[in-house]
C-alpha cells in the first residue's frame, strides 16, 4: 500500500507541474490558453489510444469485452455520459488554463481543484442520494471561506482584484464538479484507459474548431523548440506519466486514502508557484489554502451518507 500512495503522490506532484510550464509559456508566448488546451491533448491522445489498445488486448485475454464490441453496443444512453465527459473535460481545460494565465497558477489550481470535492459532496444528495452529513455541510462552508481567503490575498499581492481570472478558475471547479459527477452517474462499463482515451478525444474534437474560429493557430509557427518542449512536457508528463502513476497506485490503495492524496495537487502547485514563478499568496492566503485543503479532506473522508465509506471513483481526476 506505501507504493500506491506514494505513486499517487507522485502523480499529484507531476499533475502540479501543469499550471507551472503553462505561466512560463504565456509570459513568454502570445499562446493562447485554448490552444494550449488543445495541443495538451492532442500530444497526450495517441499515448492513450496506445494504453487503450493495450488494456483491451488484456480483457480479451481475460475473456472480458473488445473494444470493437463495444462500439458495436454503443448507443445514446450509453454514448451521452461519455460525451459529456468529453464536453466538461473541454470546458475545464480552456477555463482552467485561462485562469492560470489571468492570475497566477497557484491561486486558480487551489480554487479549480480543491471546490470540487467539497461541491460533489453536497450535489451528490439531491442528485445520487448520498446524503450528506453535517461535517460535509460545514466542510462546504469552511471550502467557501477559505476561498475568500485566497481571493482576499490575490488583491492583496497583485494590488487588484483579478476578477475575470478568478471567475475563470470558479468556473473550472464547477465544470470539473460536473464531470465527477457525470463519472459516478455513468455505467457503461467501459475501462479505465478506454473512458480516458474517448474522453480526451471527444474533448479534442470540440477544443479544435473553438481554436480555429478565435484564431488561436495564429502564431504557433513562430514558437521556438524551448516552447515546442513545454507543450510536450503538458501533454506527456503531467497528462500522461501522472494518469499512469495514479491508476497503478489506486490499485492497492483504498479510495479514501486516495483522495485524501491527491489533495496535495494544489499545495504542490503553490509551492512550485512560489520557487518558480515567485507568486506569494501571503498570510492571508497560506490560511486560506490550508483552511481550504482542510475542508477537501473531510469531504474526501466523510462525504456521501454518514459513517459510510466515500463513493471515489478513480475515473474522476483530471
Not at 18 to 42: C, N, S
Request: hydrophobic share 55%; glycine share 8%.
Amino acid at each position: 500500500m506505501i507504493r500506491g500512495a506514494l505513486l499517487i503522490a507522485l502523480a499529484a506532484l507531476l499533475w502540479a507541474t501543469t499550471g507551472i510550464v503553462a505561466k512560463f509559456l504565456f509570459t513568454g508566448t502570445d499562446l493562447q490558453a485554448i490552444t494550449l488546451a488543445f495541443l495538451r491533448l492532442a500530444v497526450a491522445l495517441p499515448f492513450f489510444w496506445l494504453l487503450m489498445r493495450k488494456e483491451q488486448r488484456q480483457n480479451a485475454n481475460a475473456g472480458a469485452k473488445t473494444h470493437d464490441s463495444f462500439l458495436q453496443q454503443l448507443n445514446l444512453k450509453s454514448l451521452a455520459p461519455l460525451a459529456a465527459l468529453g464536453l466538461f473535460q473541454a470546458i475545464y481545460q480552456g477555463s482552467y488554463l485561462m485562469a492560470v494565465d489571468m492570475t497566477g497558477a497557484g491561486i486558480a489550481t487551489l480554487i479549480a481543484l480543491c471546490l470540487p470535492p467539497v461541491l460533489v459532496a453536497i450535489l451528490a444528495a439531491p442528485l445520487l442520494g448520498e446524503k450528506p452529513s453535517l461535517l460535509t455541510i460545514m466542510a462546504l462552508i469552511t471550502a467557501v471561506i477559505g476561498t475568500a481567503m485566497l481571493v482576499l490575498s490575490d488583491m492583496d499581492t497583485s494590488g487588484s482584484l483579478r476578477l475575470a481570472g478568478i471567475l475563470m478558475a470558479l468556473l473550472a471547479a464547477l465544470v470539473y464538479t460536473g464531470f465527477t459527477m457525470t463519472s459516478r452517474y455513468s455505467s457503461t462499463g467501459t475501462p479505465i484507459f478506454t473512458t480516458a482515451f474517448i474522453c480526451f478525444f471527444t474533448a479534442a474534437l470540440m477544443l479544435l474548431p473553438v481554436v480555429v474560429l478565435s484564431d488561436g493557430f495564429e502564431g504557433v509557427e513562430e514558437l521556438e523548440l524551448k516552447h515546442w518542449l513545454m507543450v510536450a512536457i503538458i501533454g506527456i508528463v503531467p497528462t500522461c506519466i501522472g494518469y499512469v502513476c495514479f491508476f497503478t497506485g489506486i490499485k492497492t490503495t483504498p479510495a479514501t486514502l486516495s483522495s485524501i492524496i491527491v489533495t496535495l495537487e494544489p499545495l504542490f502547485v503553490a509551492l512550485l508557484a512560489w520557487i518558480f514563478l515567485e507568486e506569494v499568496l501571503g498570510p492571508i492566503g497560506i490560511a486560506g489554502a490550508l483552511i481550504l485543503t482542510a475542508a477537501v479532506i473531510v469531504a474526501s473522508r466523510y462525504g456521501g451518507k454518514p459513517g459510510a465509506a466515500p463513493k471515489d471513483d478513480p475515473e474522476t481526476s483530471v
